[in-house]
């Protein structure tokens, strides 16, 4: 029996934000956000062999959260040696949604 595909709403304003910033930021966006509603917590370690596995490198995995975090869209504790924790950011005060997240 084939799996059904799963689809992962997400706020249209952070999809937009996350839309705009140049290389891998939306990939890796989108695997956060994925990841988030798995584990049910926004808080989570990003390691560099989950991104290989979408063909994202640790370079390109450092720019995106980069990128992500002036954006607004995560904070990151950075760890020397370590895999960096990041938190996924709630949609700034004023912004509403009506559709929270389903897994």
Not at 7 to 25: D, M, V
Not at 54 to 81: N, P, W
Request: hydrophobic content about 40%; some cysteine; glycine content about 4%.
């Amino acid at each position: 029996m084939a799996h059904e595909p799963r689809f992962y709403l997400i706020r249209e304003t952070q999809f937009q934000q996350a839309c705009r910033l140049p290389g891998k930021s939306l990939a890796v966006y989108m695997i956060l956000w994925r990841r988030s509603l798995q584990q049910k917590k926004r808080t989570l370690k990003l390691s560099t062999v989950l991104l290989r596995k979408f063909g994202i490198s640790r370079d390109q995995k450092a720019l995106a959260l980069t990128h992500l975090e002036r954006a607004g869209l995560i904070r990151v504790l950075s760890r020397m040696r370590k895999n960096p924790v990041v938190t996924l950011l709630d949609v700034p005060d004023g912004e509403t949604d009506d559709n929270p997240p389903v897994a």
